[in-house]
């Protein structure tokens, strides 16, 4: 579990890199100016979620559980659907993606909080 998703969170980290540049330089003669918005706040969403990722990765590995399994698959999923949906709805202006974002949205919530169950099982300083 902490190794597949350290390595979706690599992945990722690069494709927000590749992503915010290809928005910043190719799209921004090629779409609207309102459409670019989206595609920034899908960078932005992805980015975060990606750090969230590897946390909850980084965590796996001295502490692994199913509250962070599921925390990781939700974040994934999140990322898939939340900016996914929206880096489409830039590119073809199908209003009807938009439609898919929210669900996106409920899936990073659920990550949080999954991790915030994950990180309140974690054993205290001195318990064993």
Known sequence: MARTF??????????VVALGAFGAHALE???AASHLIWWQKAVDYQGLHTLALLGSGLL??????RP??????????????FS???YLLTLTG??????????GGMAFLGGWIALAL???RLPRRGDT
């Open 84 to 86: 996914g949906s929206l």
């Open 68 to 81: 962070l399994l599921f925390a990781g698959w939700l974040f994934l999923l999140g990322i898939l659907l």
């Open 94 to 103: 199908q209003r009807g993606l938009g439609m898919v974002t929210p669900f």
């Open 29 to 31: 003669t090629r779409v």
């Open 6 to 15: 350290l390595f979706i969170a690599a992945l990722s980290g690069l494709l």
């Open 118 to 120: 994950a990180a309140w």
């Open 60 to 65: 796996a590995l001295h502490h692994p559980s």
